[in-house]
T-cell receptor
Framework: GDSVTQMEGPVTLSEEAFLTINCTYT??????LFWYVQYPGEGLQLLLK?????DKGSNKGFEATYRKETTSFHLEKGSVQVSDSAVYFC???????????FGKGITLSVRP | ETGVTQSPTHLIKTRGQQVTLRCSSQ?????VSWYQQALGQGPQFIFQ???????GRGNFPPRFSGLQFPNYSSELNVNALELDDSALYLC????????????????FGPGTRLLVL
């Protein structure tokens, strides 16, 4: 079945540091890939998405590229801010059944 | 454009009771999916509704059931509550076009936090 693996957390960075959060997936067919962010006590917000190989999703300074050859969708940001502190979930959407499969999530803390 | 809304925001029940959670989809959307998020975990797919019919189900027992109404809003019902049902329940809506492929972006509501004692 489909699965998503995220790097172990938590991650703590200083403001303006470079961020990489690794994500790999296993899926049949060609899924769409997403990063969602969850702030404390809230639901999930869509951060960015990519629907086919080599697509780059971007939003609020975050970027991720759909790499079919390595089955990866790593999240990057050049300069993190305190307000980026949250839990980040990598996920895939199966084209066979429209079901989202999530990774376990990683907590990012950014200190001033 | 109205986003996804859920009610109630918090709920406390005792083991064996029944609960109904509600979701209003984002305006223009016709598909609703429900997810369970246990503390410290990623969301797990419960089921999806399209055109008022269940369209896919995850690994959840039959005591988890749902409905979708003509206005595309939805309910999640859980019978015979167990302690492990304590979680954040998330509703997500999306738009599936007639004849379209699956794979539409899902937008989430704020969730209902259920505590079973």
């Amino acid at each position: 079945g489909d699965s998503v693996t995220q790097m172990e957390g938590p991650v703590t960075l200083s403001e303006e540091a470079f961020l990489t959060i690794n994500c790999t997936y296993t899926a049949t067919g060609y899924p769409s890939l997403f990063w969602y962010v969850q702030y404390p006590g809230e639901g999930l917000q869509l951060l960015l998405k990519a629907t086919k190989a080599d697509d780059k999703g971007s939003n609020k300074g975050f970027e991720a590229t759909y790499r079919k050859e390595t089955t990866s969708f790593h999240l990057e940001k050049g300069s993190v801010q305190v307000s980026d502190s949250a839990v980040y979930f990598c996920s895939l959407l199966s084209r066979a059944n429209s079901k989202l499969t999530f990774g376990k999530g990683i907590t990012l803390s950014v200190r001033p | 454009e109205t986003g996804v809304t859920q009610s109630p925001t918090h709920l406390i029940k005792t083991r064996g009771q029944q609960v109904t959670l509600r979701c209003s989809s984002q305006s223009g959307h016709n598909t609703v999916s429900w997810y369970q998020q246990a503390l410290g975990q990623g969301p797990q797919f419960i089921f999806q509704y399209y055109r008022e019919e269940e369209n896919g189900r995850g690994n959840f027992p039959p005591r988890f059931s749902g409905l979708q109404f003509p206005n595309y809003s939805s309910e999640l019902n859980v019978n015979a509550l167990e302690l492990d049902d304590s979680a954040l329940y998330l509703c997500a809506s999306s738009l599936r076009l007639a004849g379209g492929l699956w794979g539409e972006t899902q937008y989430f509501g704020p969730g209902t936090r259920l505590l079973v004692l």
